[in-house]
Every structure is written in C-alpha cells, then in structure tokens.
C-alpha cells in the first residue's frame, strides 16, 4: 500500500528566501507524482507533474525533481513571495488507471 | 476556458439524510474523479469515471456512490448521512486518462448535523 509523508506539517519562512518542500513515499515504483497547491477554502490548483521517467520539471520559481529509488520528491521555490503561502500537497499514482494518493501537506507561510 | 465547476459550494445536512453533489469537467475532460478532505484523513480518493464507467474505486462504505452522464458531467451521492461525513469534496477531471494532470473544482463544503 502506497504511502506518502510530507514533513513538517507546518513552515514559516522570510520573503525572499529560497526553500525546498519535501515528500516522502513508500513503493518507489509509482508511474507519476504531482504537486498541487491549495489556498484556505479552495480547491486544488496543479503546480508541476513529473512521470516516472523524468528527473525533474521546472516552471517559473518552482522545479520539482523526482527520486525513485529513494522515494523521494522535492519542491524547490525560489524567492519566496507572500503569496507563496498555501499548503503544498504531493500526490503519487502508482499505475496509469490507478489512484492518486496524497499526502497530508506542508502548510507554508512567508512573511513579508 | 472555463474550469471546473461544482455545485453547491456549501450544504447543511442533518444525520441520515442523503445529499447529492454535482460536478461539471473542463470541456473536452472525459476523466473525473471525486475526492474526500477532512482535517484528519486528509485527501482520500472516492472514485473515478470515465465515459460513464466507474474505472476506479476507493475505500468507501457502499453508502457513496456516483455515476457520470455522456456529457462527461457527474455526481456523487451520498446516502444515510453520518456525522463523520462533514467534509470538503473536491471533484477533478483530466483529459483522459486520470494520470494526465488533473485539474481540481473549488469543492462543496458538506457539513452534517
């Protein structure tokens, strides 16, 4: 059964500075991982996909890498904003057809 | 485009009675999927739909159910409220298959009383 931690639960950061989120999951042999942001109340907005073939993917501020075998992903942001702050979920799908599972999220919050 | 649109946003329920949730997919999305987030549990995955088939089902008392029409729209029902159920439901659909990158409505807000 897939598994996916994310830690710490919570994060508070200065603006400007550069931070990486982590995600954990437990079956390294997973087809796709993706993360999603979400703001208080709100759905969930995709940030970047990565396919398990990829190492890492990139979109303005933000790049994503992907270690399989150590069941691994990070979120790199660069040059945190204060509208930075949302919580950041992972999500992993271990199939084509299969479910997505997420974690719990890290809560982040940058302060001006 | 429009996005993702569910309907309603927010719902007041007593115990035991049933409640029905719709979601409209991004046009051309023929993939949608149906999600529980509570505090504790997080995001748990209920289940999928595709050209009105269920292609994928999560662990869920048979009390939730859904179906999808051939416009790719969908609901979700949920019968024999429980207190338990208080939750946000978040609907997301993709173009085709569910690991394409899916993109998620702003949810119904579902409190059970």
């Known amino acids: 059964k897939q598994e996916v931690t994310q830690i710490p639960a919570a994060l508070s950061v200065p603006e400007g500075e550069n931070l990486v989120l982590n995600c954990s999951f437990t079956d390294s042999a997973i087809y796709n991982l993706q993360w999603f942001r979400q703001d208080p109340g709100k759905g969930l907005t995709s940030l970047l996909l990565?396919?398990?073939?990829?190492r890492e993917q990139t979109s303005g501020r933000l790049n994503a890498s992907l270690d399989k075998s150590s069941g691994r992903s990070t979120l790199y942001i660069a040059a945190s904003q204060p509208g930075d702050s949302a919580t950041y979920l992972c999500a992993v799908r271990t199939g084509a057809n299969s479910k997505l599972t997420f974690g719990k999220g890290i809560t982040l919050s940058v302060r001006p | 485009k429009a996005g993702v649109t569910q309907t309603p946003r927010y719902l007041i329920k007593t115990r035991g009675q049933q409640v029905t949730l719709s979601c409209s997919p991004i046009?051309?999305?023929?993939?949608v999927s149906w999600y529980q987030q509570t505090p504790g549990q997080g995001l748990q995955f209920l289940f999928e739909?595709?050209?009105?088939?269920?292609?994928n089902k999560g662990n869920f008392p048979g009390r939730f159910s859904g179906r999808q029409f051939s416009n790719s729209r969908s609901e979700m029902n949920v019968s024999t409220l429980e207190l338990g159920d208080s939750a946000l439901y978040l609907c997301a659909s993709s173009w085709d298959r569910a690991s394409d990158t899916q993109y998620f409505g702003p949810g119904t807000r579902l409190t059970v009383l």
């Open positions: 990565i396919q398990s073939s990829q």
């Open positions: 046009s051309g999305h023929r993939s």
């Open positions: 739909y595709f050209s009105e088939t269920q292609r």
